[in-house]
């Protein structure tokens, strides 16, 4: 098994890394525990903040991190600049609140209890390709101010992308096993899973790894949090601001290509005629988007990551066609060297569709018309997926009223799913379990301990 950049804007071997030895990846387990043991538990919350604070001035210090998501992802030089700045606000934000997140918390209705926060241990992360800074700074930044230390095994298209952040926290002053990169193979994870030393799992990737990583888990008895896929609901009332809805559902459906799980995926419109004119913009929005070198700031349309990606995503949107959807618009490969492929819309989505339950991980849109606001949520409901969701109307009781009955783990009001330190990440059914990011992630790897004095004797006589 191969770690290996290919620039998806050309089609062209970059480098290639090979996977870690059994004797390394060895090494690299007895390493971080000695870390967690010795040294990094033990240490000052101040200390763990410098460090992520340092880390995050290192990210911000020059462009080497964004070129590398320019060159592995096909990221858009700007959303590259984006999701550095973005991964650096994570840091910065752990290192400000770790020290009132970690504070014992007495319990008033239990005189003498409190609950003391504490690490667990080795928590191992598996992560994607398509946010490969963000993705991991929202694992571990809140994990390293806990105390715990992480051992990361990073998709295999972003060898680069995975180093930098190794070197990051080198630079940032941690020491030699708080952070640790591996190049393992799916053999490999396996066995980390079930080393007595890891004391967590966390995923970020497809269903289908999330099951596998979580059975494994499972049969070890430890704790997971699972962040897999998204098949967002955008829905417009009758009464919600049309032109906001239009730039709202392009921005979301574009952002990375295409490529972000908690992105617009459904656009469902209540009214006919609403419907034509947000189709009409629409398409007119996407005319607008240009193919072109990711590194060249003119440029809007970038490549898919892969060509694994762009063969599934024409797979995917041909298949949708031959159950009966009409492309509307796009549908195809780009005729250019890379990896890129035309904004797409479809309609005619019927329930006998495949496309009706799947995911889309590109510049594909499903388009919906309904008549009234009880199909515009049961629709958006009709789906294996809960993680984000939107709603545009003017009436924000209603827009409360409807974000309740929607299954999901975030619905947002009058804009698309966004993220930000401070706000929980996460979804419900097949979208995962557990959350990130704000207080909640802090807490997903942490050991609550009750600490409870007895009583006082009462006096005698």
């Given at each position: 098994m191969q770690y290996k950049t290919v620039n998806p804007a050309t089609g062209e071997l970059v480098a290639t890394f090979e996977s870690i030895s059994d004797a390394d990846l060895a090494t690299a387990l007895t390493t971080a525990h000695s870390t967690y043991e010795k040294d990094w538990r033990h240490r000052p919350v101040a200390e763990r903040a410098a460090i992520l604070k340092a880390a995050a001035r290192e990210l911000r210090a020059g462009d080497e991190y964004a070129r590398y998501l320019t060159l592995?992802?096909?990221?858009?030089?700007?959303?590259?600049?984006?999701?550095?700045?973005?991964?650096?606000?994570?840091?910065?934000?752990?290192?400000?609140?770790?020290?009132?997140?970690?504070?014992?918390?007495?319990?008033?209705e239990a005189p003498g209890a409190v609950v003391y926060t504490e690490p667990i241990g080795i928590i191992f992360g598996i992560e994607p390709w398509n946010f490969p800074y963000y993705q991991v700074a929202r694992v571990a930044a809140a994990q390293l101010m806990a105390g715990n230390v992480m051992l990361v095994k990073h998709a295999e298209s972003v060898p680069h992308?995975?180093?930098?952040?190794?070197?990051?926290?080198?630079?940032?002053?941690?020491?030699?096993?708080?952070?640790?990169?591996?190049?393992?193979?799916?053999?490999?994870?396996?066995?980390?899973?079930?080393?007595p030393r890891i004391a967590g799992v966390t995923l970020t990737g497809s269903e289908r790894a999330g099951e596998v990583v979580a059975e494994r888990a499972g049969r070890n008895l430890k704790k997971v949090v699972m962040e897999l896929g998204g098949s967002d609901p955008l829905i417009l009332l009758e009464d919600g601001d049309l032109a906001r809805s239009v730039q709202s559902a392009l921005g979301a459906?574009?952002?990375?290509?295409?490529?972000?799980?908690?992105?617009?995926?459904?656009?469902?419109?209540?009214?006919?005629?609403?419907?034509?004119?947000?189709?009409?913009?629409?398409?007119?929005?996407?005319?607008?988007?240009?193919?072109?070198?990711?590194?060249?700031?003119?440029?809007?349309?970038?490549?898919?990551?892969?060509?694994?990606?762009?063969?599934f995503l024409t797979d995917q949107v041909e298949n949708a066609r031959k159950h009966g959807a009409t492309v509307l618009q796009g549908g195809n490969r780009i005729d250019r060297p890379g990896f890129y492929f035309e904004p797409t819309i479809l309609t005619g989505i019927d329930e006998s569709n495949p496309a009706y339950l799947e995911e889309f991980f590109g510049p594909v849109a499903a388009f919906y018309v309904v008549d009234t606001e009880e199909?515009?949520?049961?629709?958006?409901?009709?789906?294996?997926?809960?993680?984000?969701?939107?709603?545009?109307?003017?009436?924000?009781?209603?827009?409360?009223?409807?974000?309740?009955?929607i299954e999901a783990g975030m619905v947002f009001i009058n804009r698309p799913p966004w993220t930000a330190p401070q706000i929980p990440f996460g979804g419900v059914k097949r979208?995962?379990?557990?959350?990130?990011?704000?207080?909640?992630?802090f807490g997903e790897f942490v050991n609550r301990k009750l600490v409870s004095l007895a009583p006082e004797e009462p006096a005698l006589g």
């Open positions: 592995e992802v096909g990221k858009l030089v700007g959303e590259a600049e984006a999701e550095v700045e973005l991964a650096a606000s994570i840091l910065d934000y752990y290192a400000d609140h770790g020290e009132q997140f970690l504070a014992p918390k007495e319990l008033p992308s995975a180093l930098a952040l190794q070197h990051l926290f080198e630079r940032a002053g941690a020491p030699t096993g708080a952070y640790t990169n591996v190049f393992a193979t799916h053999d490999q994870v396996g066995r980390i899973i079930d080393d459906r574009m952002i990375n290509t295409g490529q972000t799980c908690v992105s617009t995926k459904r656009i469902i419109v209540v009214g006919e005629e609403r419907g034509e004119q947000f189709l009409e913009a629409f398409r007119k929005g996407l005319d607008t988007f240009t193919a072109g070198d990711p590194a060249d700031r003119a440029t809007t349309l970038g490549p898919l990551a892969s060509q694994r990606s762009l063969h199909e515009a949520i049961a629709l958006a409901n009709t789906t294996p997926f809960g993680l984000g969701a939107a709603v545009f109307t003017e009436d924000l009781d209603r827009a409360r009223a409807v974000a309740a009955r979208s995962g379990f557990g959350r990130e990011l704000s207080e909640y992630g």
